[in-house]
């Protein structure tokens, strides 16, 4: 069965960086697209980041252009988000999921999510 | 920016029917947005309920329906259960490989 398993969560200062994984298992990683999702503390769901398959084309919410990079290894079946310059509103669960493809355009699995705190 | 409105809070009835939306600040929702629907109960990753506006993922009971109102995307579920008490979250694709998702609805049967 699908498996979503995200890691590298942790408290960081304001500044600083961090870098998630999401490993994946259960399906062909490398034919999916695949995005990060976030939910700070008490709050609702915001997508964060989508990659394309091969890697051709990433996008992202406005909050996190610039300092948020996502990337894959598809020889390791891993998803990455790179998180730079963080700042305290970056404090959430951060969830990878996978995107259903066919064009359908919707997240058909979900890990459990890492925690990343950003905090002085 | 367009943003994806959901009501903050609903109440149901055990056995009762419910209605919750998905609209946007500006402009009309259509199957073009591709709507779906995602369940989460505190502590818990999201589970997808509806997809493409009212295909149920697998395993979801059919006490839950998508469809379009109006200018909305809506999600009902038609005698509601006590475990069905969590929070609602819609998705809208907005094009060019972005992403909205509504505030959330946070449903309370009693």
């Known amino acids: 069965q699908v498996q979503l398993v995200e890691s590298g969560g942790g408290v960081v200062q304001p500044g600083g960086s961090l870098r998630l994984s999401c490993a994946a298992s259960g399906f062909i990683f490398s034919n999916d697209n695949m995005h990060w999702v976030r939910q700070a503390p008490g709050k609702g769901l915001e997508w964060v980041a989508f990659?394309?398959?091969?890697?051709?084309?990433?996008y992202y919410v406005d909050s996190v252009k610039g300092r948020f990079t996502i990337s894959r290894d598809n020889s390791k079946n891993t998803l990455y988000l790179q998180m730079n310059s963080l700042r305290a509103e970056d404090t959430a669960v951060y969830y990878c999921?996978?995107?259903?493809?066919?064009?359908?355009?919707?997240?058909?699995?979900w890990g459990q999510g890492t925690l990343v705190t950003v905090s002085s | 920016q367009t943003v994806v409105t959901q009501e903050p809070s609903f109440s149901v009835s055990p056995g009762g029917t419910v209605t919750l939306t998905c609209g946007l600040s500006s402009g009309s929702v259509s199957t073009t947005y591709y709507p779906s629907w995602y369940q989460q109960t505190p502590g818990q990753a999201p589970r997808t309920l509806i997809y493409t506006t009212n295909t149920r993922s697998s395993g979801v009971p059919d006490r839950f329906s998508g469809s379009i109102l109006g200018n909305k995307a809506a999600l009902t579920i038609t005698g509601a259960q006590a475990d069905d008490e969590s929070d609602y979250y819609c998705v809208l694709y907005m094009g060019s490989g972005i992403w909205g998702f509504g505030g959330g609805t946070k449903l309370t049967v009693l």
């Open positions: 999921a996978k995107d259903s493809g066919g064009g359908h355009c919707y997240f058909d699995f």
């Open positions: 990659i394309r398959f091969d890697g051709s084309d990433k």
